[in-house]
């Protein structure tokens, strides 16, 4: 999925830390930073990477804020109660340009 989205994806100059991390302050930063990493690591050198990768409920809450702090203006026209993935599944990673037809 990296690869796809570092060179298609519709949000290429931004790079995954600017989405999967909280950024409420330095300290929750750096708590995830080092939680996830070290999550991530260990799924890597022990072999078990799943086939479809899939976000936590941490990680869909710290997404869908992500998203509302880089596009504020235009979440405040919008309806909060969804997650803007729910509309936009298709821009995120290797998706961009097709579309899906199940969650």
Known sequence: QYEA???TGAHRS???IDCHLPH???GMYYT???IDGMKDMFVFYSGR???MITLSSHGEK???SNCARCH???VEKIDQTRNCWECHRWLQHNLAGSRLTDK
């Open 62 to 64: 710290t997404v869908q």
């Open 72 to 74: 504020a203006t235009t």
């Open 14 to 16: 931004i790079q995954c």
């Open 32 to 34: 995830w930073k080092s």
């Open 24 to 26: 409420e302050n330095f």
């Open 49 to 51: 990477v799943p086939e």
């Open 5 to 7: 989205w570092f060179h």
